[in-house]
């Protein structure tokens, strides 16, 4: 390694020494004049340490064929054409960039030092090069030509002494906005450009006309702060400044409306995504792409030689364009990609939710039926009791008993094969009230259950299957609660037109602690009450009923089928 490669090693290392030095020879350049040799080796220096400096490209790169030839070329004309008028469009483009790099910086001194070495630049720019270049008969008032050349490098010895945050002093350290670096850059060159203008149109002096320029440039400054915010009643320019880089010529909004209008009419998630990814080859940039979304894959259009990969969970995308993506273009892509995912997603779940719902139901039919089963059973039972406790003198009361409820037991069971097979229809159709309630007083002709008299009319009809199956279930809760308690009653009763069936017992309370979840959720339970209660209610209000309890004291435990009005329950 040469002496050189060590120096421009180490300089490298620190962003301070080599912005610093780089300013320092750019000092010597601009002090031996613009038409001396040392002037122009001295910015042939100064060029070297801008590349080692700027943050376009690394340092460490090799430079090919191509670009020394560019590079060659860059120097030649600038060897050609040295002179004042480059050494200002030189120490322009430097104060752009160093201005652009100050956004970016939180860290005090860190943006102090590059205040600092812009303020350098700027005082070069007024104080030393534009006097250069405009007549001097038009400089009036105290040269400062001494003051620039042996004050000024007191700034470098002011910049050497802060201390720069690690991030910023390392090698690439610091980014630069493009958009503020131009805007800089315009500015300083509206700044010569008016100052040069004042002189020749109101034949001021250089050092009035700066001032002017100057005032004017910051009322125009204000002038635009206070337009571009947005306050109550006024629109500022920032809303359509930001309008204006959401779109910029990308139909993002013709691709969103066919992608909501996609959404909403293709169901499978995987066939939304290949037609929402095709849609894009409509966009101008787009000439095809691949896309991986968990096990499945696709492609669509074709491949071209730029390629962009838009990572993300679970789908992934890879987009082949005609020309290189711009960043405000990737960020824009990547957005689009987001949106396809989140919709990609949002099927998934829905077809999940689908399928839980689908084994919701199946279970739901299932615990259903295995309750009309368990109460067909505990009929079979007391029947299989009776006729094992009856003597011989009372066979022909058993005759009839079996005779009655046998084929009701058959009906039951056959409904219940029906519901098994059309779990979504209510097998059993309407019953006469009457018939109903007599079948029920055969049915529990041997417990301790009470049928309240009544005058039934003839001409109402309840769902049978939903009757039955809210009376199996709480009489056979009252009748395990018997079991206990054996002074426990039951009663039953039913309005006229079936309106309401109550049920009631003179047993214990239901424990507070199942209450909230009684009847609207299965509750844990060792003799009843668990889930046939819940799938009842929910036979209820799919027939136009609701099963509530209507009392709960001990000695009145009661509950309720009711009819509800036809615009819905009552308060």
Same mark, same amino acid.
């Given at each position: 390694?040469?002496?050189?490669q060590?120096v421009?090693?180490?300089?490298?290392?620190?962003?301070?020494?080599?912005?610093?030095?780089?300013?320092?020879?750019?000092?010597?350049?601009?002090?031996?004049?613009a038409?001396?040799?040392?002037?122009?080796?001295?910015?042939?220096?100064?060029?070297?340490?801008?590349?080692?400096?700027?943050?376009?490209?690394?340092?460490?790169?090799?430079?090919?064929?191509?670009?020394?030839?560019?590079?060659?070329?860059?120097?030649?004309?600038?060897?050609?054409?040295?002179g004042?008028?480059?050494?200002?469009?030189?120490?322009v483009?430097?104060?752009?960039?160093?201005?652009?790099?100050?956004m970016f910086?939180?860290?005090?001194?860190?943006?102090?030092?590059?205040?600092?070495?812009?303020?350098?630049?700027?005082?070069?720019?007024?104080?030393?090069?534009?006097?250069?270049?405009?007549?001097?008969?038009?400089?009036?008032?105290?040269?400062?030509?001494?003051?620039?050349a042996?004050?000024?490098?007191?700034?470098?010895?002011?910049?050497?002494?802060?201390?720069?945050?690690?991030?910023?002093?390392?090698?690439?350290?610091?980014?630069?906005?493009?958009?503020?670096?131009?805007?800089?850059?315009?500015?300083?060159?509206?700044?010569?450009?008016g100052?040069?203008?004042?002189?020749?149109?109101?034949?001021?002096?250089?050092?009035?006309?700066?001032?002017?320029?100057?005032?004017?440039i910051?009322?125009?400054?204000?002038?635009?702060?206070?337009?571009?915010?947005?306050?109550?009643?006024?629109?500022?320019?920032?809303?359509?400044?930001?309008?204006?880089?959401?779109?910029i010529?990308?139909?993002?909004?013709?691709?969103?409306?066919? &992608?909501?209008?996609?959404?909403?009419?293709?169901?499978?998630?995987?066939?939304?995504?290949?037609?929402?990814?095709?849609?894009?080859?409509?966009?101008?940039?787009?000439?095809?792409?691949?896309?991986?979304?968990?096990?499945?894959?696709?492609?669509?259009?074709?491949?071209s030689r730029?390629?962009?990969?838009?990572?993300?969970?679970?789908?992934?995308?890879?987009?082949?364009t005609?020309?290189? &993506?711009?960043p405000?273009?990737?960020?824009?892509?990547?957005?689009?990609?987001?949106?396809?995912?989140?919709?990609?997603?949002?099927?998934?779940?829905?077809?999940?939710?689908?399928?839980?719902?689908?084994?919701?139901?199946?279970?739901?039919?299932?615990?259903?039926?295995?309750?009309?089963?368990?109460?067909?059973?505990?009929?079979?039972?007391?029947?299989?009791?009776?006729?094992?406790?009856?003597?011989?003198?009372?066979?022909?009361?058993?005759?009839?008993?079996?005779?009655?409820?046998?084929?009701?037991?058959?009906?039951?069971?056959?409904?219940t094969?029906?519901?098994?097979?059309?779990?979504?229809?209510?097998?059993?159709?309407?019953l006469?009230?009457?018939?109903w309630?007599?079948?029920?007083?055969?049915?529990?002709?041997?417990?301790?259950?009470?049928?309240?008299?009544?005058?039934?009319?003839?001409? *109402?009809?309840l769902?049978?299957?939903?009757?039955?199956?809210? *009376?199996?279930?709480?009489?056979?809760?009252?009748?395990?609660?018997?079991?206990?308690?054996?002074? &426990?009653q039951?009663?039953?009763?039913?309005?006229a037109?079936?309106?309401?069936?109550?049920?009631?017992?003179?047993?214990?309370?239901?424990?507070?602690?199942i209450l909230?979840?009684?009847?609207?959720?299965?509750?844990?339970?060792?003799?009843?009450?668990?889930?046939?209660?819940?799938?009842?209610?929910?036979?209820?209000?799919?027939?136009?009923?609701e099963?509530?309890?209507a009392?709960?004291?001990?000695?009145?435990?009661?509950?309720?089928?009711?009819?509800?009005?036809?615009?819905?329950?009552? *308060?």
């Amino acid at each position: 390694m040469t002496l050189l490669q060590r120096v421009a090693s180490a300089l490298r290392q620190r962003q301070r020494w080599l912005l610093v030095s780089l300013l320092g020879v750019l000092h010597l350049a601009l002090v031996s004049g613009a038409d001396t040799t040392i002037g122009l080796l001295c910015w042939l220096v100064n060029v070297g340490l801008f590349i080692l400096w700027q943050p376009f490209t690394y340092a460490e790169r090799n430079v090919d064929l191509i670009g020394l030839a560019v590079l060659t070329l860059v120097l030649g004309c600038g060897v050609a054409w040295y002179g004042w008028w480059l050494l200002i469009v030189w120490v322009v483009m430097l104060a752009a960039l160093v201005g652009g790099r100050v956004m970016f910086i939180d860290h005090r001194p860190t943006r102090i030092f590059y205040l600092i070495a812009f303020a350098y630049l700027l005082a070069a720019l007024l104080l030393w090069l534009v006097p250069q270049v405009v007549p001097h008969a038009a400089l009036t008032g105290p040269s400062l030509d001494r003051e620039f050349a042996w004050g000024m490098p007191a700034c470098f010895l002011v910049m050497l002494l802060l201390p720069l945050s690690q991030e910023s002093d390392r090698p690439g350290g610091g980014m630069i906005d493009l958009f503020y670096s131009l805007f800089i850059f315009l500015l300083i060159a509206v700044l010569i450009l008016g100052s040069l203008a004042f002189m020749l149109l109101r034949q001021s002096g250089y050092l009035e006309a700066v001032l002017n320029a100057l005032i004017s440039i910051a009322l125009l400054l204000l002038l635009i702060g206070w337009a571009w915010n947005t306050r109550p009643g006024f629109t500022g320019f920032d809303v359509f400044f930001s309008r204006y880089l959401l779109t910029i010529g990308l139909p993002f909004e013709t691709w969103l409306h066919r &992608l909501t209008m996609l959404a909403g009419s293709e169901s499978e998630p995987e066939q939304f995504l290949s037609q929402a990814l095709a849609e894009m080859l409509d966009l101008p940039w787009v000439d095809g792409g691949s896309w991986v979304a968990g096990a499945r894959s696709g492609a669509f259009g074709r491949e071209s030689r730029f390629r962009q990969d838009f990572p993300g969970q679970p789908l992934q995308l890879t987009l082949h364009t005609r020309h290189k &993506l711009s960043p405000a273009l990737v960020w824009h892509f990547h957005l689009l990609a987001q949106l396809a995912n989140e919709h990609y997603i949002a099927k998934l779940r829905a077809r999940e939710l689908q399928q839980v719902s689908y084994l919701r139901a199946i279970h739901e039919t299932g615990a259903r039926l295995t309750h009309d089963v368990k109460n067909l059973l505990q009929s079979l039972s007391n029947l299989c009791y009776l006729a094992q406790t009856m003597n011989g003198e009372q066979g022909e009361r058993l005759d009839r008993l079996l005779q009655r409820q046998l084929p009701q037991i058959t009906q039951r069971l056959q409904q219940t094969l029906s519901k098994l097979q059309k779990p979504q229809t209510d097998a059993g159709g309407l019953l006469p009230v009457a018939a109903w309630w007599q079948l029920q007083q055969q049915r529990y002709a041997t417990t301790p259950v009470t049928f309240v008299a009544v005058d039934l009319n003839s001409d *109402a009809l309840l769902p049978v299957a939903l009757f039955d199956s809210v *009376a199996d279930n709480l009489l056979q809760n009252a009748l395990l609660k018997a079991q206990v308690d054996s002074d &426990l009653q039951v009663c039953v009763s039913i309005t006229a037109d079936a309106s309401v069936l109550r049920i009631c017992d003179t047993g214990s309370a239901l424990d507070p602690l199942i209450l909230g979840d009684l009847l609207r959720a299965p509750v844990a339970s060792e003799s009843g009450l668990g889930v046939g209660l819940y799938h009842a209610a929910r036979q209820a209000e799919s027939c136009g009923y609701e099963l509530r309890l209507a009392s709960n004291v001990p000695g009145q435990v009661c509950f309720e089928l009711r009819r509800l009005p036809p615009d819905g329950p009552a *308060a």
